[in-house]
């Protein structure tokens, strides 16, 4: 009697313990391998069972590492891994703990053993650990080149901003010189049109050259004043240009950001799985009977996670 009711205290206080860990699945979210897979667009949810997938899915990882932790289960950790990829499609995640449960049947007849899953599954966490580096590194360079470029853009648009001050000065002060010199030729035209004409060739030639002095410095002012605006004009377009692209880089950047933290999460992440998975692959003696129970129990957990999706039991 002693001997039974241990046992039922001890499976009381397992079932207590996963509950705190699938409250906790609950309170924390997608995981971070969803959120990366949806901001690159790759996350499919349908609308049917997007509600439902949405609670399901982190109680089934919950499940599982909580299972994995008490059986201390290889397999179990990578299906709970697997699973927490695809929070939007229960229909996923259903095939998956489907096609473990075939697999681990299998195994159990074959007697495959927990080294030669270790010995399959470990060489994939560091694959991945070494991926998502990658990824990191790929993402680091390219946030570089934006700033960069924002940088270049904004550095260019000073110089032609400044350019067109000085233009624009110049174009006022050339105005100030040009308004003068009218002001003196009118001076002069007034002179010579109050007085009537003598005929005299020499006054005639005077009033000429002043005419044509001063439709030669309007002329050259003219052509000045349109090159000039033309210029400015170029340089606001130029301007607008760069300032489009540098607003269309700084929202890269701020997607890149985005991306990189979600990164160093999935990165800490996948190295926390690595770790549990080695800790996990310490070979320790087993006999057929031990590793058999072992089995049998992750089929059950994995039975009971795929009744937690939908209600129905696998079959």
Known sequence: ??????????????????????????????????????RRGSAVVGKSCAGGAASAVPRVVAFLDAKALRLNSVELTVLARKVGKHPGSLDKVKHLIRDMISQ???????????????????????????????????????????????????EENDDLLEESAKMQKKLTGTQAVRDQERAEYLKAKAKYE????????????????????????????????TDTLASINANQKKVQLNEAAAVKMRNELAEADKDARLQADLLASAKAYENRLAKQCVVRSESYKERARRRNEEIESMK????????????
């Open 194 to 225: 109050a007085f009537q004409p003598t005929g005299s060739d020499d006054k005639m030639h005077a009033q000429i050259k002043i005419e044509v002095q001063e439709a030669d410095r309007q002329l050259r002012f003219r052509h000045f004043q």
């Open 1 to 38: 009697m002693r001997g039974s009711a241990a046992m039922a205290v001890a499976r009381a206080w397992d079932r207590i313990k996963m509950l705190v860990v699938i409250l906790g699945a609950l309170a924390a979210g997608p995981s971070d391998v969803a959120a990366l897979n949806h």
């Open 104 to 154: 681990k049947q299998s195994e159990l007849h074959a007697s495959v053993t927990k080294n030669d899953y270790c010995n399959s599954e470990l060489p994939k966490a560091k694959h991945e650990l070494k991926k998502i580096q990658l990824e990191i590194d790929d993402t680091g360079a390219h946030r570089d080149r934006l700033a960069a470029h924002i940088a270049e853009v904004k």
């Open 304 to 315: 009971d996670a795929y009744a937690i999706l939908g209600g129905d039991s696998y079959g």
